[in-house]
């Protein structure tokens, strides 16, 4: 099936810093979403994308769709302490847009103030 | 708008009780919602798919006998856990899907089986 390969797995920043994650698919994607669950909660949708080469801002956030359809990544500008948390990227399983998600294996985040 | 709320956040079982946990899209329709498990530190496991109407359908290695999902209505999904026992215990989550691919989940049931 799909596999997607989130990397970093974990990193610790200090208040003020810029953040970068991604994601690499062994196949093509229609769609990447970005997710961040905090502790405890359920995961929160922070940016979809639906287009190769899409470039999609959320406030501090942005991520990108790669022009190969297998990549995707999420920056955060002039991190904060509430960024902590565990993100996730995700795609359709199977590529099909019948709804199952594939997701990567997280990036947690440590933000120090 | 996609709000998606879980019933109960939190329950403790004893071994061999069933355990039944709710999830309902507030402000929208789903004809799909879908439920994981989560250990600590790791990605979601996707469960089961829930189609309102229809049987659920299970990923590989999910017992459906054990972990029953009904889909009542456009706006209801739940999961139940018969005969729970210590090795069950997890954060069940589930999602309702809203359009094309983007679901959106609810706030999590911490079940811990003694």
């Known amino acids: 099936g799909q596999q997607l390969n989130q990397s970093p797995q974990s990193m610790f920043i200090q208040e003020g810093e810029d953040v970068s994650m991604n994601c690499t698919s062994s196949s093509i994607f229609n769609t990447w979403l970005w997710y961040k669950q905090d502790p405890g909660e359920g995961p929160v949708l922070l940016i979809a994308l639906y287009k190769a080469g899409e470039l999609t801002s959320n406030g501090r956030l942005t991520a990108q769709f790669g022009i190969t359809r297998k990549d995707s990544f999420l920056n955060i500008s002039a991190s904060i302490p509430s960024d902590v948390g565990i993100y996730f990227c995700?795609?359709?399983?199977?590529?099909?847009?019948?709804?199952?998600?594939?997701f990567g294996q997280g990036t947690i985040l440590t933000v120090h103030p | 708008g996609a709000v998606v709320s879980q019933h109960p956040s939190r329950v403790i079982c004893k071994s061999g009780t069933s355990v039944k946990i709710e999830c309902r899209s507030l402000d929208f329709q789903a004809t799909t919602m879908f439920w994981y498990r989560q250990f600590p530190k790791q990605s979601l496991m996707l469960m089961a798919t829930s189609n309102e109407g229809s049987k659920a359908t299970y990923e590989q290695g999910v017992e459906k006998d054990k972990f029953l999902i009904n889909h009542a209505s456009l706006t209801l999904s739940t999961l139940t856990v018969t005969s729970a026992h210590p090795e069950d215990s997890s954060f069940y989550i589930c999602?309702?899907?809203?359009?094309?691919?983007?679901?959106?989940f609810g706030p999590g049931t911490r079940l811990t089986v003694l």
């Open positions: 999602s309702a899907r809203m359009r094309g691919n983007e679901q959106f």
């Open positions: 995700a795609g359709p399983a199977g590529g099909t847009s019948y709804g199952k998600l594939t």
